[in-house]
């Protein structure tokens, strides 16, 4: 079986959900870490055993023969590296937000474009089996005639001194997974999201701290509807979406393990999601881009294709009005 050998670059919080992926996927090796916090970096060491640490990711490419790299680090400081990793024609992984607004987005495809390397933004919740399943489901009747989104959260952390100057506004930083999910349903094909035409934006903030507060009405270019609403420093955590077809509604909650209500012709459907009809119960986007890779195909999630996801953020967060482009 092929093995890419992997490196992963910024060892924090949510590096350790990309090391549990590399490591359940056979057809990758994690061979190095980069980061800069002492502690963080012999933590990683300790429970992933790479064979190679450092303090200095560009120590890290110029001594260690990867395929592929995972850049993990707050959005402020993604752009630098993602440059240098796509410069070196590395296959690269970039969290999200790609970049702090859509001109870094663009910065980073720009170099893509030249690369021998294939990049792709981490946006997890288009590759959840569940969503995959209705999204095929929407498919096969035509596609979404509406979708909605709400993604609420207590206060946010992101304004905090030393954080906030890495950390875009939320609806960029955070809430942007479900900005991407409605595009991600309202696609009509199966590798395709839509591109929002139209945008009816209000955003505002709470009188606390770290309370964003964001609504949104939106045109999609195949003539699918969206609605989205993200608010900080209300009541709890929640995630969820909703999706409509002819005849067929599907409800999404995708706070924790995702949990799917499912009316089709008029009825609500108790058979199960046909998982394996979309990669199995384990794919995820670390499987994706293995497949990507080893196929040399694009990923559904490309730099191309989340600059659109970055416009959108940016249109509701700067409360726009009216047609995008
Ligand atoms: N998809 C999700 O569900 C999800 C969840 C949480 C966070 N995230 C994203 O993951 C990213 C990281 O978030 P986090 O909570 O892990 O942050 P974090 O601050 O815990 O970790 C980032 C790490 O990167 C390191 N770093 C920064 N610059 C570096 C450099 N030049 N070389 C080596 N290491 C460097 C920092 O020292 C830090 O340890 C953010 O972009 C965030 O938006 C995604």
Not at 62 to 69: A, G, I, K, R
Not at 124 to 136: D, M, Q, S, T, W
Not at 266 to 293: M, Q, S, W, Y
């Amino acid at each position: 079986m092929a093995e890419l050998k992997v490196g992963v670059i910024g060892c924090g919080g949510h590096a350790q959900s990309h090391f549990s992926m590399i490591e359940n996927e056979p057809r990758m090796k994690l061979v190095a870490v980069a980061e800069m916090d002492a502690d963080r970096l012999q933590k990683a060491q300790t429970d992933h055993q790479p064979q190679f640490v450092f303090t200095d990711f560009r120590q890290m490419l110029d001594q260690v023969d990867l395929d592929l790299v995972y850049v993990v680090t707050m959005p402020g400081h993604l752009l630098p590296i993602v440059l240098e990793c796509l410069g070196r024609d590395l296959h690269t992984s970039i969290e999200k937000s790609p970049g702090m607004n859509p001109k870094e987005t663009r910065q980073m495809l720009e170099v893509a474009r030249q690369s021998k390397g294939i990049a792709i933004v981490s946006v997890n919740r288009r590759y959840k089996p569940e969503v995959l399943a209705i999204r095929k489901l929407l498919q096969e009747r035509g596609g979404a005639v509406q979708v909605s989104a709400d993604y609420h959260k207590p206060p946010s952390g992101l304004r905090r001194p030393g954080i906030r100057e890495v950390a875009p506004p939320e609806i960029i930083c955070d809430a942007i997974h479900h900005v991407d999910l409605l595009r991600w349903m309202s696609g009509r094909t199966p590798t395709e999201a839509a591109q929002a035409t139209e945008v009816y934006a209000h955003s505002w903030h709470g009188d606390r701290e770290g309370t964003p507060r964001y609504n949104a009405i939106i045109t999609f270019d195949n003539g699918c509807r969206g609605t989205m609403m993200s608010h900080y420093g209300v009541g709890y955590r929640v995630q969820t979406a909703e999706v409509h077809a002819e005849n067929m509604s599907a409800y999404l909650d995708l706070t924790a393990l995702s949990k799917i209500t499912l009316y089709l012709d008029g009825r609500k459907c108790e058979t199960p999601l046909n998982l394996d009809a979309v990669g199995g119960t384990d794919f995820n986007e670390t499987r994706h881009f293995a497949d990507c890779i080893l196929n040399d195909t694009a990923p559904w999630s490309s730099l191309e294709d989340l600059v659109y996801t970055m416009d959108l953020c940016q249109a509701i967060e700067s409360g726009h009005q009216g047609q995008l482009r």
